[in-house]
């Protein structure tokens, strides 16, 4: 019988071009290609902008593209009026030497960013003179991962103004057939709709969207765009092959493994779970929601336990219990009890996981066994040395587990999880936190929820296949895809494989056999493919694999690996994290930047302005003062914004300054719908807040927050809350939470809610945010209540704005903001520092 399975195609690239522009057609993309082309997996996507200039003065012309974390630049160019400026890609530290040489003739730094969960950002910003043109051009590669049976095409759009020829092609070529495909998008309409072209046959589609300018227009009369959001291809292939399928071009081949339809191991998972201090709040909460979710996920015949630490260790059970609906009920009462204060004990909680996993009795024969860790912070009760951690869990755990380690937030070191979790057959992620850290957590589960094999070799001849990828692995969960590529010698005719691995209920054997001039053939003469793909693809994944190796690999050992990944980096003229890439500019402007690939973990390093992992070049020729700055190690207070909010149902972020040293306090907010005002005081020696005033009517609550300490007063009656740790208080349906040194949140039921982050460098100051404006009222007021219901930029062609300037509408007076770049206080950004919009004003 034939076997199927769902694969959604997972791409994503988010194309956000040119900073939106103050004069109406100044800087025009008059034309932006997207054209994706995927072979077997494997994507090549190039990213074409034009971009003229339409003033009589020269420009500053934006290229901004997001790109996925696991994707690979390998190339990119700007061409102005003809002339070529390429990227050379180079040895990180020789590429580093020659940029330090830049620097000091006083050229600024290339910077790199990390924008979200999958995405990293590349940025080039490049004068160009009056009625010039620009053509930037970026190419880059990715192998696509399965998860949960599906690949996913995902294209963020967001051009920011009307684009004369807008067009993205994405052609998919499948060998084994296509079984299903379907286009969809957030921002699609009917008239959007008849610009989306679709063409199928047995093997291969062509996607094609290409919008008149009239379609992408929100309506006739306003010359604003609906090209932003999301569009989406899905697809699904037909499987026929037990053992898999192979696929070879030019002596490479890839083998593709995916079995369907296989019973599930039972499962023995303990949960191992911080309830230290700094989990308190939004964290615990969101932990206990996605746990009670889990255990309903859980079947019958799985084994299931849960471990709680912070300075303690506490096991709920002794031993573990069978999922049953009476167990699963009790742990659900548990899990309501789930607290946080104290200290980060994550030595003694792993150990005791795996000594609870050693002496448990009665697990079925053949079974699954892991333990899943998330934490919130850095060990720093009993053993705090991460290394002798990691060798003691290493020690205990004797391949016997697999241990995937979830980092919540960005307090953890994620190089600690991830060598501890690689080193134990697991894998780490990062758990954001954003609303949704539950529906993280349950995403996370459910792909490891149903292992099917486990013990998996896959085996070729050895005489004949040289550098070959992983080809052992721990587990198979259904959902994924096991990936093994190489080169074959020229003399075979054959090309043999075996599989061996262990299902549920018994031990596998399959083979399979590719007649490699058959497999050849197949990818002749298709002009839609692209080179010598599946040689890419087998360069893609090797340095991918030898980059993971090295990270739980000894010194000498992690030398040799990342010697191999830089070989074949300049190679195959990738941009990885041992590589970077030279982008010259034109005589006059900033002469040389450096693009470097980042990683999840350099996410957490202190860093200069701007922080984070985004392939970030700027043109800008700063002044000495501001390159000073991009050299520290801890941000400025003065980088920070007085106040940083987002404009209701525009994705625009505003950064306040407001002059109110000379009033005792200043009227930030009032809604009387909402029962709830905020005011605030500047500080003395400081141009920014010290303290606020967070004031309710019902319940009557009053929450003073300084940087010294909270105090709630309720009834004539008055509690102390210090920073020095975390607590929750509740009074009425309001509660507030602090997290220790961190941020205050007083939440209501149908309110918005008030956040209130503790920055420390240099000085002590407080940045104020609202989440879920959405329940403001047209009522609210105050200088920074006023921008939720009275703030629209204008769409002002009859001033000379440049491309970094706009008129801002407010409560019926208009402001000039300029575009900025300024650091970020609010503990759910991923991204630092914010690009906004800045203005300022008198109370």
Same mark, same amino acid.
């Given at each position: 019988?034939?076997?199927?399975?769902?694969?959604?195609?997972?791409?994503?690239?988010?194309?956000?071009? *040119?900073?939106?522009?103050?004069?109406?057609?100044?800087?025009?993309?008059?034309?932006?290609?997207?054209?994706?082309?995927?072979?077997?997996?494997?994507?090549?996507?190039?990213?074409?902008?034009?971009?003229?200039?339409?003033?009589?003065?020269?420009?500053?012309?934006?290229?901004?593209? &997001?790109?996925?974390?696991?994707?690979?630049?390998?190339?990119?160019?700007?061409?102005?009026?003809?002339?070529?400026?390429?990227?050379?890609?180079?040895?990180?530290?020789?590429?580093?030497?020659?940029?330090?040489?830049?620097?000091?003739?006083?050229?600024?730094?290339?910077?790199?960013?990390?924008?979200?969960?999958?995405?990293? $950002?590349?940025?080039?910003?490049?004068?160009?003179?009056?009625?010039?043109?620009?053509?930037? &051009?970026?190419?880059?590669?990715?192998?696509?991962?399965?998860?949960?049976?599906?690949?996913?095409?995902?294209?963020?759009?967001?051009?920011?103004?009307?684009?004369?020829?807008?067009?993205?092609?994405?052609?998919?070529?499948?060998?084994?057939?296509?079984?299903?495909?379907?286009?969809?998008?957030?921002?699609?309409?009917?008239?959007?709709?008849? +610009?989306?072209?679709?063409?199928?046959?047995?093997?291969?589609?062509?996607?094609?969207?290409?919008?008149?300018?009239?379609?992408?227009?929100?309506?006739?009369?306003?010359?604003?765009?609906?090209?932003?959001?999301?569009?989406?291809?899905?697809?699904?292939?037909?499987?026929?092959?037990?053992?898999?399928?192979?696929?070879?071009?030019?002596?490479?081949?890839?083998?593709?493994?995916?079995?369907?339809?296989?019973?599930?191991?039972?499962?023995?998972?303990?949960?191992?779970?911080?309830?230290?201090?700094?989990?308190?709040?939004?964290?615990? @909460?969101?932990?206990? *929601?996605?746990?009670?979710?889990?255990?309903?996920?859980?079947?019958?015949?799985?084994?299931?336990?849960?471990?709680?630490?912070?300075?303690?260790?506490?096991?709920?059970?002794?031993?573990?219990?069978? *999922?049953?609906?009476?167990?699963?009920?009790?742990?659900?009462?548990?899990?309501?009890?789930?607290?946080?204060?104290?200290?980060?004990?994550?030595?003694?909680?792993?150990?005791?996981?795996?000594?609870?996993?050693?002496?448990?009795?009665?697990?079925?024969?053949?079974?699954?066994?892991?333990?899943?860790?998330?934490?919130?912070?850095?060990?720093?009760?009993?053993?705090?040395?991460?290394?002798?951690?990691?060798?003691?869990?290493?020690?205990?755990?004797?391949?016997?587990?697999?241990?995937?380690?979830?980092?919540?937030?960005?307090?953890?070191?994620?190089?600690?999880?991830?060598?501890? +979790?690689?080193?134990?057959?697991?894998?780490?992620?990062?758990?954001?936190?954003?609303?949704?850290?539950?529906?993280?957590?349950?995403?996370?589960?459910?792909?490891?929820?149903?292992?099917?094999?486990?013990?998996?070799?896959?085996?070729?001849?050895?005489?004949?296949?040289?550098?070959?990828?992983?080809?052992?692995?721990?587990?198979?969960?259904?959902?994924?895809?096991?990936?093994?590529?190489?080169?074959?010698?020229?003399?075979?005719?054959?090309?043999?494989?075996?599989?061996?691995?262990?299902?549920?209920?018994?031990?596998?054997?399959?083979?399979?056999?590719?007649?490699?001039?058959?497999?050849?053939?197949?990818?002749?003469?298709?002009?839609?493919?692209?080179?010598?793909?599946?040689?890419?693809? %087998?360069?893609?994944?090797?340095?991918?694999?030898?980059?993971?190796?090295?990270?739980?690999?000894?010194? @000498?050992?992690?030398?040799?690996?990342?010697?191999?990944?830089?070989?074949?980096?300049?190679?195959?003229?990738?941009?990885?994290?041992?590589?970077?890439?030279?982008?010259?500019?034109?005589?006059?402007?900033?002469?040389?930047?450096?693009?470097?690939?980042?990683?999840?973990?350099?996410?957490?390093?202190?860093?200069?302005?701007?922080?984070?992992?985004?392939?970030?070049?700027?043109?800008?020729?700063?002044?000495?003062?501001?390159?000073?700055?991009?050299?520290?190690?801890?941000?400025?207070?003065?980088?920070?914004?007085?106040?940083?909010?987002?404009?209701?149902?525009?994705?625009?972020?505003?950064?306040?300054?407001?002059?109110?040293?000379?009033?005792?306090?200043?009227?930030?907010?009032?809604?009387?719908?909402?029962?709830?005002?905020?005011?605030?005081?500047?500080?003395?020696?400081?141009?920014?807040?010290?303290?606020?005033?967070?004031?309710?009517?019902?319940?009557?609550?009053?929450?003073?927050?300084?940087?010294?300490?909270?105090?709630?007063?309720?009834?004539?009656?008055?509690?102390?809350?210090? %920073?020095?740790?975390?607590?929750?208080?509740?009074?009425?349906?309001?509660?507030?939470?602090?997290?220790?040194?961190?941020?205050?949140?007083?939440?209501?039921?149908?309110?918005?809610?008030?956040?209130?982050?503790?920055?420390?460098?240099?000085?002590?100051?407080?940045?104020?945010?609202?989440?879920?404006?959405?329940?403001?009222?047209?009522?609210?007021?105050?200088?920074?209540?006023?921008?939720?219901?009275?703030?629209?930029?204008?769409?002002?062609?009859?001033?000379?704005?440049?491309?970094?300037?706009?008129?801002?509408?407010?409560?019926?007076?208009?402001?000039?903001?300029?575009? $900025?770049?300024?650091?970020?206080?609010?503990?759910?950004?991923?991204?630092?520092?914010?690009?906004?919009?800045?203005?300022?004003?008198?109370?």
């Amino acid at each position: 019988m034939e076997e199927r399975t769902l694969l959604t195609l997972v791409f994503s690239s988010l194309v956000i071009l *040119a900073e939106t522009i103050a004069q109406k057609h100044a800087i025009e993309i008059y034309s932006l290609h997207v054209d994706c082309k995927v072979t077997s997996r494997f994507a090549h996507t190039i990213i074409t902008s034009k971009i003229a200039n339409r003033a009589s003065e020269s420009r500053e012309a934006t290229f901004e593209v &997001e790109l996925p974390k696991t994707a690979f630049i390998t190339n990119f160019s700007m061409s102005i009026d003809g002339k070529v400026y390429p990227g050379i890609i180079k040895e990180k530290a020789s590429a580093q030497r020659e940029y330090d040489t830049a620097i000091s003739r006083g050229q600024s730094a290339g910077l790199v960013k990390i924008t979200g969960r999958k995405l990293e $950002q590349f940025h080039v910003s490049v004068s160009i003179a009056a009625t010039s043109k620009v053509t930037f &051009e970026l190419m880059y590669e990715e192998l696509l991962k399965r998860q949960l049976g599906k690949f996913k095409l995902l294209i963020k759009v967001r051009p920011k103004q009307l684009v004369k020829h807008f067009q993205i092609d994405v052609h998919i070529f499948e060998p084994q057939g296509i079984r299903f495909l379907e286009t969809d998008s957030t921002f699609m309409t009917n008239e959007l709709t008849e +610009a989306l072209t679709k063409v199928q046959n047995e093997t291969k589609a062509h996607i094609l969207f290409k919008p008149t300018v009239d379609q992408q227009k929100i309506n006739p009369e306003v010359d604003e765009t609906l090209l932003n959001g999301d569009f989406v291809v899905r697809y699904d292939v037909k499987r026929v092959a037990t053992a898999g399928d192979i696929q070879i071009v030019n002596g490479y081949f890839v083998h593709y493994f995916a079995p369907q339809e296989m019973p599930a191991f039972p499962k023995n998972v303990i949960f191992v779970i911080d309830r230290s201090g700094s989990m308190a709040g939004r964290k615990i @909460e969101q932990t206990r *929601a996605a746990l009670l979710k889990i255990l309903q996920d859980l079947h019958p015949e799985d084994h299931f336990s849960f471990i709680t630490f912070n300075s303690k260790v506490v096991e709920w059970k002794s031993s573990l219990l069978q *999922a049953t609906a009476e167990n699963v009920a009790s742990a659900t009462g548990f899990m309501q009890t789930l607290s946080a204060s104290g200290g980060t004990d994550i030595n003694r909680a792993l150990l005791t996981a795996v000594g609870l996993l050693d002496k448990t009795e009665k697990l079925p024969e053949r079974s699954v066994s892991m333990i899943i860790l998330l934490t919130d912070g850095q060990p720093t009760s009993g053993e705090s040395n991460v290394e002798v951690i990691q060798e003691n869990i290493q020690n205990a755990v004797n391949g016997k587990y697999a241990l995937f380690c979830l980092g919540f937030g960005f307090d953890v070191s994620y190089k600690f999880l991830e060598k501890m +979790a690689l080193s134990n057959g697991g894998i780490a992620r990062r758990i954001y936190e954003n609303s949704d850290a539950a529906l993280q957590l349950q995403g996370f589960y459910q792909e490891v929820a149903t292992p099917t094999l486990m013990k998996i070799e896959m085996q070729y001849p050895e005489n004949a296949v040289e550098g070959l990828t992983k080809n052992n692995f721990k587990l198979f969960f259904e959902g994924s895809e096991l990936i093994v590529s190489g080169k074959i010698s020229n003399e075979l005719d054959l090309l043999p494989v075996e599989i061996k691995a262990q299902s549920h209920a018994s031990d596998l054997t399959l083979k399979e056999e590719a007649n490699v001039k058959e497999k050849e053939q197949v990818f002749q003469n298709r002009s839609y493919i692209f080179g010598n793909f599946i040689e890419r693809l %087998w360069a893609y994944l090797t340095i991918q694999q030898l980059l993971e190796k090295s990270i739980s690999a000894q010194e @000498e050992d992690q030398k040799a690996l990342e010697a191999q990944a830089l070989e074949l980096s300049l190679q195959y003229s990738f941009v990885t994290p041992l590589t970077s890439m030279v982008v010259t500019k034109p005589t006059g402007q900033q002469q040389m930047e450096l693009v470097n690939k980042p990683t999840e973990a350099d996410n957490e390093k202190p860093s200069s302005f701007p922080v984070g992992d985004a392939y970030r070049l700027r043109s800008r020729s700063p002044p000495v003062a501001r390159l000073r700055d991009t050299m520290r190690a801890q941000p400025l207070a003065n980088e920070y914004p007085q106040l940083l909010l987002q404009l209701p149902k525009q994705n625009e972020i505003i950064c306040l300054n407001t002059d109110g040293k000379a009033q005792p306090s200043v009227h930030l907010l009032s809604d009387p719908e909402q029962g709830l005002t905020v005011m605030g005081k500047l500080g003395d020696r400081r141009n920014h807040f010290v303290q606020f005033e967070i004031i309710y009517v019902n319940p009557p609550v009053q929450i003073h927050v300084s940087t010294d300490e909270i105090l709630l007063s309720h009834n004539n009656e008055s509690t102390r809350l210090p %920073w020095t740790e975390s607590a929750t208080s509740s009074i009425h349906g309001l509660r507030v939470s602090v997290e220790k040194e961190r941020s205050i949140t007083a939440s209501l039921s149908d309110t918005v809610t008030v956040k209130i982050s503790f920055v420390k460098f240099p000085d002590d100051f407080l940045g104020l945010y609202f989440l879920n404006t959405d329940h403001f009222s047209d009522k609210v007021s105050g200088v920074l209540g006023q921008f939720y219901s009275k703030a629209q930029f204008e769409n002002n062609s009859k001033i000379n704005q440049r491309a970094d300037e706009r008129l801002l509408s407010v409560s019926g007076s208009e402001h000039r903001v300029t575009r $900025q770049y300024k650091k970020d206080y609010r503990l759910e950004s991923t991204s630092d520092p914010v690009p906004c919009w800045s203005i300022h004003v008198t109370p």
